[in-house]
C-alpha cells in the first residue's frame, strides 16, 4: 500500500523534495479494527499549517510518517461489531490508499445517498466549514448583505450560495480568475464578483458593494480582510475561516491598518474553527442536503486522479487550481 510522508518541513511553498511517497506493509487489523480501500482523499489548506513544526489547534504531521487527512473508502476487512466488509466510511486517515485503524474512529456514510465525494466536500467538512461560520460565527441575518473571499473555493462556493438561498440582500465574491468570476455570477447566482488579481481589492470592493457589507466571510486575510473592514456597516460582523494568502508566509504578515474603524461601526470581528461546531452536523444536512440534492445548492469538484498525484493536488489548492473542492480520487 502506498503513502505520503512528510520528510522535510517546508520553508514557503512546499516543495515535492519535502514529501515522499512510500511503499508500505499493510498491518493485519487488530481486535476492534477495520482495513478501508480509499476512495477519495480530501486535500486542505489547513494541511500546510501541520506541515509546520509550530504548535497550533491540530498536532504537527511528523517527520518521516505518513499524514493524515479525510478520505472516504470501502471497507475490506472488519473485526469490529457492526462495521461490515462492503460498508463505506469518512475518516482521518488520507494520504494512503489503505488503511488500518480502530473502527470507532470512522462514520458510515451512504454511497447511495449522495456521491461519495461530497461527504468530503459539498455535504462534509468544508459544507459544515461554510455554514456553522456563517450562521453562527457571523450571526448571518436575512437581508445581510455578503462578501465572502476564496468564493470559488469549496468553503466559500457554498458560503455564497446558502446566504443567497437564506435571503442575502446582496451576494458579493472574489476569486483569483475571470473564468471563476464567471462562475460565481452566472452558475452560483452571486450579485457581483470581481477577480482580486486584476485591482486593488477595496476599490473593487467598493465598486460591487456600493452599501457596504454587513458580513464579511474570510477565506484570505491580508489585502481582504483591510478592504472587508473598510467596507463595513454598521454591525457588521467578520468570520475569519482561514488566511490563505499568508500560510506559505515565512515572516508574520501584517495587520489590517485599518482595525479602528470597528470602533465606529461597532464591527466584531471572530475567527473560528468547524470542528467546534459539529453539533450542528444534523441540522446542516437537513437544510443543506436537500439543497444539494435539488442542484438549488450547485457545487463543482477538481478530481485529480491517483494516488502519485496527490501531493500534486494539494500544491494545486495553494496555488488556485481548484474550483470547489479539491479531491483525489484513487
Ligand atoms: P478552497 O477550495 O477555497 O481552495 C483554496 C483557494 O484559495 C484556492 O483555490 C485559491 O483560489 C485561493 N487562494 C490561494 N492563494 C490565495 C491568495 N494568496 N489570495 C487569495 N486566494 C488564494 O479551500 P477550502 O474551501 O478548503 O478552504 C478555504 C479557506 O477556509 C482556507 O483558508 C482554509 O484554511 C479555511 N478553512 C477553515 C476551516 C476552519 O475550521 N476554520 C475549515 C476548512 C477550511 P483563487 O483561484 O480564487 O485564488
Redesign the pocket.
Known amino acids: 500500500s502506498r503513502e505520503w510522508h512528510l520528510v522535510s518541513r517546508p520553508v514557503g511553498v512546499p516543495k515535492p523534495e519535502d514529501f515522499a511517497l512510500v511503499e508500505a506493509d499493510l498491518k493485519q487489523p487488530g481486535p476492534d479494527q477495520i482495513v478501508v480501500r480509499n476512495k477519495h482523499l480530501s486535500v486542505?489548506?489547513?494541511m500546510r499549517g501541520r506541515m509546520s513544526a509550530a504548535k497550533s489547534y491540530v498536532a504537527p504531521y511528523e517527520l518521516g510518517k505518513v499524514m493524515l487527512g479525510g478520505a472516504v473508502g470501502e471497507v475490506v476487512a472488519s473485526n469490529a461489531d457492526g462495521v461490515s466488509v462492503g460498508d463505506h466510511v469518512l475518516h482521518g486517515f488520507g494520504w494512503r490508499e489503505y488503511a488500518v485503524f480502530d473502527a470507532k474512529h470512522a462514520v458510515k456514510v451512504d454511497p447511495g445517498a449522495a456521491p461519495l465525494s461530497t461527504y468530503l466536500g459539498a455535504l462534509g467538512?468544508?459544507g459544515l466549514?461554510a455554514y456553522a461560520?456563517l450562521l453562527r460565527t457571523a450571526s448571518f441575518q436575512e437581508g445581510d448583505s455578503v462578501f465572502v473571499?476564496?468564493?470559488?473555493?469549496?468553503?466559500?462556493s457554498q458560503v455564497g450560495q446558502i446566504a443567497k438561498l437564506k435571503g442575502a440582500s446582496r451576494v458579493i465574491g472574489?476569486?483569483?480568475?475571470d473564468e471563476?468570476v464567471r462562475l460565481l455570477v452566472e452558475e452560483y447566482g452571486f450579485d457581483a464578483a470581481f477577480n482580486?488579481k486584476s485591482g486593488p481589492v477595496s476599490e473593487q470592493l467598493r465598486k460591487a458593494a456600493p452599501d457596504g457589507v454587513d458580513v464579511y466571510f474570510d477565506?484570505?486575510g491580508?489585502d481582504?480582510l483591510e478592504a472587508a473592514i473598510g467596507s463595513l456597516n454598521l454591525r457588521g460582523r467578520i468570520a475569519v475561516?482561514?488566511?490563505?494568502?499568508v500560510?506559505n508566509n515565512t515572516e508574520p504578515a501584517a495587520g489590517p491598518k485599518n482595525l479602528a474603524r470597528l470602533i465606529a461601526t461597532r464591527g466584531r470581528i471572530q475567527?473560528?474553527?468547524?470542528?467546534d461546531h459539529y453539533d450542528l452536523q444534523p441540522q446542516f444536512v437537513q437544510e443543506v442536503g436537500p439543497w444539494v440534492a435539488s442542484g438549488e445548492l450547485k457545487y463543482r469538484e477538481t478530481v485529480v486522479e491517483g494516488i502519485e498525484n496527490n501531493l500534486e493536488a494539494f500544491l494545486g489548492?495553494?496555488?488556485?487550481?481548484?474550483?470547489?473542492?479539491?479531491i483525489v480520487t484513487l
Open positions: 486542505d489548506p489547513y467538512m468544508t466549514t461560520g473571499s476564496g468564493a470559488a473555493g469549496a468553503v466559500g472574489s476569486a483569483g480568475s471563476k482580486y477565506n484570505v491580508g481582504h475561516c482561514g488566511m490563505i494568502s500560510y475567527g473560528f474553527l468547524v470542528g489548492v495553494l496555488r488556485g487550481d481548484n474550483t470547489g473542492k479539491m
